[in-house]
Nanobody, 118 residues
Framework: QVQLVESGGGLVQAGGSLRLSCAASGLTFSTYAMGWFRQAPGKEREFVTTIRRGGSTVYADSVKGRFTISRDNAKNTVYLQMNSLKPEDTAVYYC????????????WGQGTQVTVSS
C-alpha cells in the first residue's frame, strides 16, 4: 500500500531553519506531483507548496522566499527546506501525493510537528 512518511520536524527558535523529508513507497513516485500542507491548532489545513512531476513549483504567499520544496525521484523523497522560520509557521506539516489536478491529492502522510518559539 501507499505510504508517505514525514520526518524532520521539531522545535526551533524564530529565525532558524528546519528541513522536512517525506519518503514515499508503494507508488510510482516520479509520476506524482507532491505537496506540503500544514495545520495550526484551531485552524484549517492550508496549502504550503507543491512540486509538479516536471519540477515546477508553486508556493503560498506566506512562505514564498523562505521555504523551498525539492524532490529526489531516485530516493522517492520530497523535501521542504524552511528558513527564517516564524512563530506563525508552527503547525503539523503534512506531505501529500497527487496524480491528477490540483487540489485533489490522493495520499497523505501522518504529519510532523514543527514548533517555532519566539
Amino acid at each position: 500500500q501507499v505510504q508517505l512518511v514525514e520526518s524532520g520536524g521539531g522545535l526551533v527558535q524564530a529565525g532558524g531553519s528546519l528541513r522536512l523529508s517525506c519518503a514515499a513507497s508503494g507508488l510510482t513516485f516520479s509520476t506524482y506531483a507532491m505537496g506540503w500542507f500544514r495545520q495550526a491548532p484551531g485552524k484549517e489545513r492550508e496549502f504550503v507548496t507543491t512540486i509538479r512531476r516536471g519540477g515546477s513549483t508553486v508556493y503560498a504567499d506566506s512562505v514564498k522566499g523562505r521555504f523551498t520544496i525539492s524532490r529526489d525521484n531516485a530516493k522517492n523523497t520530497v523535501y521542504l527546506q524552511m528558513n527564517s522560520l516564524k512563530p506563525e509557521d508552527t503547525a503539523v506539516y503534512y506531505c501529500a501525493a497527487r496524480s491528477g489536478n490540483f487540489p485533489d491529492y490522493d495520499y497523505w502522510g501522518q504529519g510532523t510537528q514543527v514548533t517555532v518559539s519566539s
